[in-house]
């Protein structure tokens, strides 16, 4: 089973970039739908964005215009380009892939 880890997370100050990585232990060719969540102490882990294998992309409202998400299929990486950050942002970020593979999180911490 393709095993997922994150990476890039960190603390930035407000208005700042964040670059995540979202890397698979195996292909994601054949993997239709991955996608970005989030989830901000003591609140629901939320949906941030989603890329098809095809390149078609949704992004939540509180992130558009600001993030972008991408994959790299032959790096078996999904990325997560997080620009003009706010300290709402903050939050562990997690990976997903096909529904119900996801990773360990990884934290982004924003501060004003």
């Known amino acids: 089973q393709v095993q997922l880890v994150e990476s890039g997370g960190g603390l930035v100050q407000a208005g700042g970039s964040l670059r995540l990585s979202c890397a698979a232990s195996g292909s994601i060719f054949s993997i239709n739908a991955m996608g970005w969540y989030r989830q901000a102490p003591g609140k629901q882990r939320e949906f941030v964005a989603f890329?098809?294998?095809?390149?078609?992309?949704n992004y939540a409202d509180s992130v558009k215009g600001r993030f972008s998400i991408s994959r790299d299929n032959a790096k078996n990486t999904m990325y997560l380009q997080m620009n003009s950050l706010k300290p709402e942002d903050t939050a562990v970020y997690y990976c997903n892939a096909a529904t119900s593979l996801w990773g360990q999180g990884t934290l982004v911490t924003v501060s004003s």
């Open positions: 890329i098809t294998r095809g390149g078609f992309t």
